[in-house]
């Protein structure tokens, strides 16, 4: 092997061939490998499949198939599984290596001082101050804004930590590589430190032996905190001040967490749970606050000889528990070990144990006054600011005590708020049994909706509590009771702060909000004398029938005097969240996103009326089939009214770690979220249909889409069979991927089955049919009805003239473009029935190439994609590995159910084949579940 030159080519070679350079080196790594440990007639195996799909890929070859089934047919078990392994990890890194050249590419961007790129701050700033933001302007939308990314465990988070782990050490070599090899030496010590690295990845366990747990998702996210959240955002914070001269924001940029809380669907959260999850969310801030207080120490040694500090500060030096005779006259780290004393002290006070970590000797041990909240806590780091600042340490307040002090603020004693969600149909259950057990005879569940809402509001407005401690109500129940129990404790532990919203799922009707808010009052978090309310109820609209009625239901909710009493206490703020995921299961990928933006444009109607602020609560998944897509282009999409400088969105399963994972990558896509929110903002217009024609028309094509998918999905005879059978449904099901079940009931049907495996399993098979179907057919019936010249032309205006419309379109560009439908009919070949098989995939096939010639002819674009060369060249990196372990994961599908059935024997080594495909081939595709 040779080392490479020193590195002056390399920084001078352009972007792109950088990129290749990466790809090249950690997949010759990976090939070394696996000829060392496996032998080279196993690498010579996997080179071969990798060209025979290539040429299966590029010409349909059917003698490529044949050689592809020939071969993998006549491999051994464990063969297929090292097989699947390799193609996997071959996968992982390319995406690791475009990882960083996104970041390479925006460093370089910013080197040669070119205008700000869209979506950064930069941009957003400088649009905003065009549309008349001043600076006073500006600093008023940041008092006023809240924005949040909001981190949830789902069912298609399929990589364990420890492959995360080192998949980020790899990730530090290549920047290593980049910006500080200058020698070859020093290039032949990061090769070796890769190829480490990768040897490593090879002979990690790629599966979970166990299940998740609630808790270990709970650990899983606090990860991305220590990765990304506590150095960029305080990070991102300072650079707002300083471009909008602003000083110390409101905390507007939060991350919010449903892990831990969510329990709709999840029999696995109860109020333990919650409260377990809250300890470890505090123990992670604790250990940061103490590690941070102890390196503060080390880096203030000033002398008060040489510096005149504030009595306050003197005061805190005077109260140190340190009385070492060397530091006597060193009164910043007098009164940092003062604070890192009552830091422990709180930690001991609000969880019950002793921290353990990174205090200092000085004050191990030492009896010291527990903090009374988060407030007083940064008042001590503000005294020590106000010093420096006294004696001219400008510099020294602005560091390290400056992003202290910032994350003080943000973060609080538990880092990010916890929603709690649950779905109505359970809140109606429990509301119906205290209701009953109080007054015999109510007979909860018959009344009407009228009825309903009129015994509700009179039991709001009285405050004789419904639940008595004398009473054992049924299971269900008692454990509802119970969570909201957890929910008070924890608002008198560490402050309200820490859980804000209780959301309900599947929301059809005033009275499953009224409903969560009597349960809110048993539980001492709605008081009905002053009206007051401390968490905000928030509605989840999530069906087609849903969206529609969502208008209506929030005019009537906001009609009733003493809920719009507790919003005014609220600072007459609702909000709102609009489920992406099963609207899109229910209607199709159009038509849900139509009836999304007519919600919106109606929601935002309704609270202009009633002059209360919205704030929207996207529930996007990862994949366009679940609201996906890029965030910056979506935010800009919302209809005119519809930010206001508020929003918040779901990010889930393997997005989570893509974008927060490594620190530049997440602090870009705070940044975007951030940018596109003041955009958004600043020019509402930018949304806005310029002719009244275009939501006629998408209205329209919605209406033809909805009946198209529909018609395939759930009025097809022997679709769920299909569906079941070509699909790795059954074997997802079975996968330790997250803590939720697959389906929220047992059985087979489509209602039932959660909107994250089912769009997770059309990924898998390569037919991303969620993210498309419909559409197709949905456009050739327009122009059967408005004309071909003048509907195709109608069509394009609104692709060029409209937002909304057009990123919809290149979301559906780009999931199609991960489509294949060669792979796709050797996953319909599992299909047993041929009729059933022939049936629907002919007409699955025949309306994809109707919607890719639809589509490219409205976009102007003569191949996917060419509109975004980024993803093109991603996929044409990707591909080759991708597709081999389709081929791949079909071979062993048809091993592992001949096993199930007793028609062959079950091994080992192929369920875990499977399941390691399944994770190769959603990291590969990256935006999945």
Not at 413 to 436: F, G, I, K, M, Y
Request: glycine residues 8%; negative net charge.
């Amino acid at each position: 092997m040779d080392t490479p030159p020193a590195p002056t080519h390399r920084h001078a070679a352009p972007l792109d061939e950088a990129l290749r350079d990466d790809i090249r080196l950690l997949g010759r790594i990976l090939g070394d490998t696996i000829r060392a440990v496996e032998g080279p007639q196993v690498y010579g195996l996997i080179e071969t499949l990798r060209q025979l799909a290539v040429r299966f890929h590029r010409d349909q070859d059917h003698t490529a198939q044949a050689e592809l089934e020939g071969i993998l047919t006549s491999l051994s078990d464990n063969e297929v599984n090292r097989t699947t392994r390799a193609f996997g990890y071959f996968s992982v890194l390319a995406n690791i290596a475009e990882d960083h050249h996104h970041t390479r590419r925006w460093r370089a961007h910013q080197i040669a001082g070119s205008p700000p790129r869209e979506g950064s701050l930069a941009d957003g700033i400088a649009v905003a101050r065009a549309q008349g933001f001043d600076d006073a302007k500006l600093k008023a939308f940041f008092e006023t804004a809240a924005i949040a990314p909001v981190l949830t465990a789902h069912p298609t988070e399929v990589q364990r930590r420890s492959i995360l782990d080192t998949l980020d050490a790899i990730t530090a070599l290549l920047v290593r590589r980049d910006r500080l090899a200058e020698t070859k030496e020093e290039y032949a010590e990061i090769e070796t430190g890769l190829r480490a690295l990768v040897l490593t990845l090879w002979q990690t366990r790629t599966l979970r032996q166990a299940k998740l747990a609630v808790l270990d998702e709970v650990d899983n996210a606090l990860a991305f905190f220590d990765a990304t959240f506590f150095a960029e955002i305080p990070r991102l914070y300072d650079a707002i001040e300083k471009a909008i001269g602003a000083s110390r924001l409101p905390p507007f940029l939060e991350i919010g967490t449903w892990i831990g809380g969510d329990r709709d669907g999840n029999p696995f959260v109860d109020g333990e749970v919650l409260t377990q999850a809250l300890a470890l969310q505090a123990e992670r801030a604790f250990g940061f606050y103490i590690a941070q207080a102890r390196q503060l120490r080390k880096e203030l040694p000033l002398a008060a000889l040489l510096a005149d500090v504030t009595p306050e500060l003197q005061a805190l030096a005077t109260d140190s528990p340190d009385k070492s005779a060397h530091r006597a006259d060193e009164p910043y780290r007098l009164a940092l070990a003062n604070i890192q004393a009552r830091l422990a002290a709180t930690h001991q006070a609000l969880l019950g144990r002793q921290h353990v970590g990174s205090i200092s000797s000085s004050v191990r041990g030492v009896a010291a006054t527990p903090y009374e909240s988060p407030e007083e806590f940064i008042a001590e780091l503000e005294i020590i600011e106000q010093s420096l600042l006294l004696h001219g340490a400008k510099l020294l307040a602005q560091g390290r005590l400056g992003r202290l002090l910032r994350a003080a603020r943000v973060f609080g004693w538990t880092l990010a708020p916890l929603d709690l969600r649950q779905n109505s149909e359970v809140h109606e259950c429990v509301v119906a049994e205290l209701l009953e057990v109080a007054a015999p005879g109510t007979n909860y569940l018959a009344l009407d909706e009228d009825a309903r809402i009129a015994l509700l509001t009179t039991e709001l407005e009285t405050s004789r509590p419904l639940v008595s401690r004398h009473i054992t109500y049924s299971a269900e129940t008692a454990k509802e009771l119970a969570i909201f129990e957890a929910a008070r404790c924890a608002h008198l532990r560490y402050g309200k702060r820490c859980i804000r919203t209780m959301i309900i799922s599947k929301t059809d009707g005033v009275s499953d909000m009224l409903e969560l808010a009597v349960m809110l009052k048993e539980a001492g978090l709605l008081h009905p004398a002053a009206a007051t309310l401390d968490v905000n109820i928030v509605p989840l609209f999530e069906t087609i029938g849903d969206l529609r009625a969502a208008p209506g239901i929030m005019e009537l909710l906001f009609s009733l005097p003493f809920y719009r009493k507790l919003l005014g206490q609220r600072g007459d703020t609702q909000e709102v969240m609009l489920g992406y995921s099963d609207s899109n299961k229910d209607g199709g990928f159009l038509t849900s996103g139509w009836e999304l933006y007519r919600a919106e444009v109606g929601l935002v109607e309704v609270f202009a009326r009633h002059e209360i602020r919205i704030r929207l609560f996207h529930g996007r998944g990862g994949s366009v089939g679940r609201g996906g897509g890029p965030s910056y282009q979506a935010i800009l999409a919302q209809p005119r009214g519809a930010v206001q400088g508020q929003i918040r969105l779901t990010e889930q399963g393997e997005v989570i770690a893509a974008k927060y994972g490594h620190a530049e990558v997440g602090r870009r896509n705070l940044e975007v979220m951030v940018s596109a929110t003041l955009v958004a903002t600043a020019e509402p217009a930018l949304a806005e249909p310029l002719d009244a024609r275009f939501t006629e028309a998408f209205g329209a094509l919605s209406g033809h889409a909805f009946a198209a998918y529909r018609n395939l999905v759930y009025e097809t005879p022997g679709f769920e069979d299909y569906f079941w059978a070509s699909t790795v449904i059954t074997e997802i099901a079975a996968l330790n991927l997250g803590s939720r079940p697959a389906s929220r009931a047992k059985g087979r049907s489509i209602e039932d089955l959660r909107a994250i495996p089912w769009v997770f399993s059309w990924a898998q098979c390569r037919i991303m049919l969620p993210g498309w179907y419909g559409f197709g057919t949905a456009v050739a019936q327009f122009l059967e009805e408005k004309g071909q010249e003048r509907g195709m032309w109608l069509l394009q205006s609104m692709f060029q003239d409209w937002p909304v419309f057009s990123t919809l379109l290149m979301n559906m560009d780009m999931v199609m473009a991960k489509a294949d439908m060669g792979i796709a009919a050797r996953y319909a070949a599992l299909v047993d029935d041929s009729e059933l098989r022939e049936r629907i995939f002919t007409r699955i096939k025949a309306e994809y190439e109707r919607t890719k010639t639809y589509l490219l002819t409205i976009t102007g674009q003569r191949a996917l994609l060419e509109r975004n060369p980024v993803l093109r060249r991603s996929i044409v990196n990707r591909f080759p590995y991708l597709d081999p372990l389709n081929h791949v994961q079909v071979e062993m599908l048809r091993r592992y159910r001949a096993a199930q059935t007793g028609e062959g024997e079950l091994s080992e080594r192929i369920r875990r084949g499977v399941h390691i495909s399944i994770n190769g081939i959603a990291a590969a595709l990256r935006n999945s579940g």
